[in-house]
């Protein structure tokens, strides 16, 4: 591929733009005004707000109460510290003439960006997860103008990463069923989704097992949308302070989750399926066929497999057969990944064994999962070159020796 000299200069215009953000300096504003003069792609900084402001007003409608939860992080691993979070209370809002990206749950109403708040100060840098934003700090936020479509009336739903299996299922197809639970008069709305969604068979699978009987309009993340009568809804994922407490807050990816509106969650889709969590004594190990992150895959299922455990695909099962097979199994194994978003489907006291490289001790998102949904989980990190997934070398690869899976195995038995 041939060097592009506008390309290079542009991806090295945008990061000096983002420190320079992140410092507030002082000459930015006059800068963005001279250089939006000649771009065709302006960008701009607004002001940025807690969704906490507008719960103050009768545009929100209230659906689970704010609630204390403990997190007992000492039973996923003994490096871990418990903590409560006060996890805000959900519902939804409606607005009119909310502009939204389908690429980031994010929206602007009355001049002013709006983010879901999070249970720990300082949070808001999470919120920057989308292709039109460049960076958010806690009251301001900076972004790309782009072209602009209207819609009459629209249910939004979008969210980052919505092409991932976890964020999917949990943080964007959750938000519907809690309008759909709050009995709303949904006629003549259309739900907006990101086109990113519409070919994915399994994602949309899982939407269209609610029930929705609702007109999907998909939204090209390449736009804004002004929607003039619509609902927007919380998600029952929250920003996840350190459980290590070596830092306030992880960045970007919102990871703690508010246990009794996914409790109903789970129940919708077991009661629309006909689905019943049994007891069945089935052992699982969540293999891989594309893996991005190899390792001795062979070899460490032939240890469980020693320990009466199965291997399954989940990419090989259609939706339904994935939520089936989490409600009816007992034990579960394997390494980080999305598969990892169907405990949620789990019954309670099933026991079970994630893996995850060392940089993620303070972020075990699937062993939030299973503490809010009475999972028995717990997780070990195994030592990588790389401080993040980015970062991590070799593609990923790694190796876990015997004595690790004994050890694990051993612990997991042992609970």
């Known amino acids: 591929m041939p060097f592009n000299m506008l390309d290079f200069l542009g991806k090295w215009e945008v990061k000096v733009i983002r420190r320079l953000f992140l410092k507030d300096a002082p000459f930015l504003s006059n800068y963005l005004k001279f250089r939006n003069i000649f771009s065709s792609k302006k960008i ?13 007003t009768d545009v929100f409608h209230e659906r689970y109460k704010e609630v204390v939860f403990k997190f007992n992080f000492k039973s996923v691993h003994s490096s871990l510290k418990d903590v409560a ?19 980031s749950h994010l929206f602007y109403y009355q001049n002013s960006w709006y983010h879901q708040e999070v249970p720990a100060p300082d949070c808001a840098r999470w919120a920057s997860a989308g292709k039109h934003l460049l960076e958010s ?23 980052q990463f919505s092409k991932n299996w976890y964020h999917w299922v949990i943080e964007t197809v959750s938000r519907i069923a809690v309008l759909k639970e709050a009995k709303v008069d949904l006629a003549g709305y259309y739900l907006c989704l990101p086109s990113i969604n ?11 097992f609610l029930d ?9 993340s390449n736009k804004y949308y002004i929607i003039k009568n619509a609902y927007l809804i919380d998600a029952p994922i929250f920003g996840l302070p350190d459980s290590k407490m070596k830092k306030v807050c992880y960045s970007q990816l919102p990871y703690f989750t508010s246990p009794d509106a996914l409790k109903d969650y789970r129940q919708l889709f077991l009661k629309k399926m ?46 339904k057969q994935q939520i089936e097979l989490f ?19 789990s019954k309670a006291g099933c026991k079970a064994f994630c893996w995850a490289p060392e940089f993620q001790d303070p972020f075990p998102i699937f ?28 593609n990923g690869s790694y190796h876990l020796s015997e004595e690790f899976l004994e050890r694990n195995f051993k612990q997991l038995m042992e609970k």
């Open 327 to 345: 409600g009816q199994v007992d034990m579960i194994v394997g390494p980080t990944g999305a598969s990892w978003t169907n405990i949620l489907f």
């Open 212 to 220: 929705l009987d609702l007109e999907i309009k998909y939204l090209d």
């Open 274 to 319: 006909g689905i019943r969590q049994i007891e069945t004594g089935r052992r699982i190990f969540l293999g891989r066929k594309i893996q991005k992150r190899l390792y001795n895959q062979d070899e460490v299922f032939n240890f469980f497999e020693r320990n009466g455990f199965e291997i399954v695909y989940c990419e090989d099962l259609s939706a």
């Open 44 to 56: 701009v900084i607004s002001p940025l707000q807690s969704v906490q402001n507008l719960k103050l």
């Open 198 to 208: 519409e070919n994915l068979k399994n994602h949309m699978d899982l939407l269209n």
């Open 367 to 394: 062993g939030i999962l299973g503490l809010g949904l009475g999972v028995d989980i717990r997780y070990d990190f195994f030592k990588v070159d790389g401080d993040d997934w980015r970062s991590w070398k070799s």
């Open 137 to 159: 700090a806690t009251t301001r936020i900076i972004s790309y103008e782009l072209d602009t479509e209207f819609i009459e009336k629209g249910i939004f739903i979008g969210g």
């Open 85 to 103: 979070i006060s996890m805000p209370a959900i519902g939804y809002y409606k607005l009119e003439h909310a502009m939204v990206n389908c690429s």
